[in-house]
């Protein structure tokens, strides 16, 4: 066993071997040559992710993770398994032909007796592994041709993979053949190609020019394809990897920082936002280069689902196309123009997409950007510009006084007693009732639910009252980022001026916010949206339940911005569990792939008017669970809701109604049973 081994330039004369090292040459420098332009194109882009030492071993653990393991491809088995086969099957082929290389071209010998049979048998399981995943790949994209992979231009890809794969296993089987190799059993695949040219009969002769002309097959294609890499879709396997190490490692909620206000005020000129092709940072040219087409975000997309003019998959490859074709010309050509006003309003900033992309490509910022532009020029919608003239008016997107915050708290029951912060006052949490408790008719009755079960488990809370405003979430995601800094600054300031350490919060979109976006500007709290709350008051024994109510099903919707975006699943749902008498059951699509009630992006406050509605979409699907109740925990989803419940395509369902409530009031009538 110690003498097997294999003869690498087997039946291929010297000159020939000469040829194939300088074909081997010109292969390796077209392959530089091209990616070195495409990292030039990449690092020409603005700064805008730092890489901070003390990240390495997060950023390459989840590297590998994402890489090697590709948890968010395994989402669907089928496409999951494919993709595994091939990248798996491929990544050992590399690995076994540089084994041959440093066997052959360096000093190291090992390449022989069990090492080189072992090398073997991984070598064809993977081979013939790889070939299969070649086979799912062509039936999904040329006969499934699932809608999400449309257009795509991996055809050429694919073919260069499978001529790799069949020529090597016929080279494997000429070459046994040949030799008269006796250890048919380690190499499996190579020998039954063997058994089949055994079986045709060739003469010597015609076997050996047979494996010289397979064998330059091989060769050439493998050159070829190495040569092309950064000019075809391959080169998704070095920018993928690459964007997924370099992806921003700060709080999913949040939003890049194009400038601080600070330096506009002392009179910086700084870019607001990226306008042309040109402006775009080095991150986000190397994303569009790293997308593999594989349509999961447009997959996700509850603007594509619901027929608005908006596909994340195809915004990043117009960006991509514009900088294929850029030139010296295409860098000034406005951003607008690839991505159009109309897609970037359609986003509601679930993160659907983001959540779904196997590479982890940020396409929100992309859309964000636009925005930016659109607002900084005064181009928008109407009731966008109400919107944001009421925020800097009034400090709410509602336009009301002040004065008025604390309206909520007169229907409040007897015994709840709301306080207003005072400085050095001592209180557990500062409940932060949010615009949308202080001001929504509706969701002014979750604020009394809420202030009510803090009462009955004793905890000492104060509120801001008429100096809280808005957190400025709907400001920065409608593009206008001075005055959500603005916002912020003012609300740190109150904050920090009682002392603030730990809030509870009632929307989503406040606690996101304040706990992942506030802290870039100097305010640092303990936030904790009211359903985690009231899950740790109940599991304490703060809060008890009287006698049970009547049995009662319920379904829960996953907020974006609490669950996608800040992973809170658990706690909603465990609080519900803990109610006497609540059955719970889910919808289809839950947790992090929970479909969005159309409110976030700032949406809630304008109405695009194209497509249908994704709030009738997502009420339709909560009704087919024939859940009595339709849980929520953000005062925009309830909206959004009771818009579709009052609307003619929720009465289209033929479908009978559900209460709307968020959990706070289910948890708060189980308490007064």
Known sequence: MHDVTREIFGNIPATQQTWFYL????SLLVFAVGLLRRIARWMSGAADVRIVTRELPRRIAYFLEQVFTQPRLRREPSSGLMHLLIFWGFLILFVGTELVALEHDTPLSFYH?????VASLVLDAFGILMLVGLGIAVHRRYVVRPERIAGGSYGIVLAFLATLGVTGFLLEGFRMT??????????????????LIQASGLDPVT???SHRCTWWVHA???????ASIPFTRMLHAITAPLNIFFVPFQPKGTLTTPFRLEQLEAGATLRVAPRVLADLSWKQRLSADACTEC???????????SQRPLSPKRIILAVRTHMDHAGGSGWPTALEKIITPAESWSCTTCRACMEACPVAIEHIDFLVDVRRTLTEQGRVDPNIATTLRNLRRTGNPFGFPPEQRLVWASGLPAGVCVERAQPGAEVEVLYWVGCAGAFDERAQRVARAVASLLSRAGVKFAVLGPEERCTGDPARRLGEEGLFQQLARDNIATLDKYGVRRIVTQCPHCFNTLKNEYPEFGGRYEVVHHTEFIRTLIATGRLSFGTPPAQQSVTYHDSCYLGRHNDVYDAPRAALSALPGVELREMPRHRDKGFCCGAGGANMWFELGL??????????EALRTGAQVIATACPFCMTMFDDAASGSAARDTGEAGAQIRDLAEIVNEAITV
């Open 207 to 209: 076997l050996a020019l």
């Open 23 to 26: 074909l081997a040459c010109a």
């Open 220 to 226: 050439v294609v493998t050159f070829t394809f190495i």
């Open 113 to 117: 007796g069990l090492f080189y049979l």
């Open 178 to 195: 040949l030799r008269g190799s006796y250890w048919f059993d380690w190499s499996p695949g190579g020998a039954v190609v063997a058994a």
């Open 295 to 305: 349509g999961l975000c447009q997959q996700a997309c509850p603007a594509w689902a």
């Open 611 to 620: 497509g249908t509605k994704i709030n009738a979409n997502r009420y339709a």
